[in-house]
């Protein structure tokens, strides 16, 4: 479980979970108390993650934080310097590199605190968040709600016919779900 106190060292924090679970909540969350805190923080995200705007995450209700878009990891250890935290949202959508930026960024004294979808519409571990998650220091899973049944959903249900692992989307095209209830969907749909 995540400590509300964390060390001033550096490390890496991986919040994790299925859509509409408040993971990019908890980052922004986080984020704004090393702000009052008076750390520097930057955050970034995948270039390719525009769904609400160019240059911020935004939470599925609008909460919002300055963010820089970038087309590959490896970028962000320039940009990040100085930095006392680093915030990284949409984390599954990031390329490999992300674990060995993270590393990187930690090892040189920086909090990184990363935030991501762990499985993706099939249930299957996402991109470099089972890797992130190994060699983070803490790691927080978050829960959604089941539209269906009403209890943890932790899984991400996709709506749509579209078999592409990577497809941005919202209520109109992912629900939460729990494993019960996404077996039952799974089971309609193969």
Known sequence: ???EHTPRSGHIEVIAGSMFSGKTEELI???KRAQIAQLKVMVF???TDNRYADNA???HDEGRMDARPVAVAHEILALAEGADV???DEAQFFDDGIVAVANALADRGTRVVAAGLDMDFNGV???PMPHLMA???FVTKVHAICVRSGELANYSHRLTPDANQVMLGDRRTYEPLSRSEFVRARGKNE
Do not use: S
């Open 86 to 88: 680093v915030g990284l």
């Open 135 to 137: 060699v983070a220091e």
């Open 1 to 3: 479980m995540f400590q």
């Open 29 to 31: 969350r986080r984020l």
């Open 45 to 47: 995200k995948p270039l």
């Open 57 to 59: 995450v935004v939470t």
């Open 125 to 127: 571990p996402f991109g």
